[in-house]
């Protein structure tokens, strides 16, 4: 079965700095990697995808995320952290042989400091 | 579109007690699912379903029931409320497909006492 490690539980970093939150995955075959955000007392939303191509896949608001196989990770990436990004992060990973089921992992809570 | 809608918003039970969350969708998206959210443990699937009439077990299925009717509505049934259901519970939706993300409601949080 596939599944999701984020090794950190927060990541805490300065407004203007460059923010990555890390996540690892274990899937047989090639993945289908997820990043979604969740702001306080609110549902996750779409961050961004990759499905085949360009290591490197750019998404919603200024992040981007790598994916690397032969380290089978996928960390996510923004070059200038806003206060407005402190949030919990969830990273997700989708069986391409299996159903349509979504492991997700922990969740990583970013705080950016002004 | 109002995309995924859960009601309530909030909700205390007593133990033993039963009550339906409920979750819609109109993007006319075939797969819906439940997921329940706990510190430290991310989104953990409950059930789920690829199209009306159509559901399966998640990870965490005992405790609750769901059915699909119709396209637009997945309801969750908690049958005897227990302290161990407390938590934040997401509905969800997507169409058909792999390549696809998912759509989530914004939460319901559920104290049983």
């Known amino acids: 079965a596939q599944s999701v490690a984020q090794p950190e539980d927060q990541v805490n970093v300065a407004e203007g700095n460059p923010l990555t939150v890390k996540c690892t995955y274990s899937?047989?075959?090639?993945?289908?990697l997820f990043w979604y955000v969740q702001y306080p007392n609110r549902g996750l939303q779409f961050l961004l995808k990759?499905?085949?191509?360009?290591?490197l896949v750019k998404g919603s608001y200024g992040f981007e995320a790598e994916f690397n196989k032969s380290q089978t990770s996928f960390h996510l990436k923004k070059p200038s952290a806003l206060v407005s990004d402190s949030a919990l992060y969830f990273c997700?990973?989708?069986?391409?042989?299996?159903?349509?089921?979504?492991?997700f992992g922990k969740g990583n809570q970013v705080v950016v400091i002004p | 579109n109002a995309g995924v809608t859960q009601t309530p918003k909030f909700q205390v039970l007593k133990t033993g007690q039963s009550m339906t969350l409920q979750c819609a969708q109109d993007?006319?998206?075939?797969?819906m699912s439940w997921y329940r959210q706990d510190p430290g443990m991310g989104l953990r699937l409950i059930h789920y379903?690829?199209?009306?009439?159509?559901?399966d077990q998640g990870e965490v299925p005992n405790g609750y029931n769901v059915s699909r009717s119709t396209t637009e509505d997945f309801p969750l049934r908690l049958l005897s409320a227990a302290p161990s259901q407390t938590s934040v519970y997401f509905c969800?939706?997507?169409?058909?497909?792999?390549?696809?993300?998912?759509?989530f409601g914004p939460g319901t949080r559920l104290t049983v006492t």
């Open positions: 997700a990973v989708r069986d391409p042989y299996g159903n349509n089921r979504l492991a």
């Open positions: 899937v047989s075959g090639n993945p289908y």
């Open positions: 990759y499905i085949t191509g360009d290591n």
């Open positions: 993007m006319n998206h075939e797969y």
């Open positions: 379903s690829v199209g009306a009439g159509i559901t």
């Open positions: 969800a939706s997507m169409t058909s497909g792999r390549l696809v993300e998912q759509y």
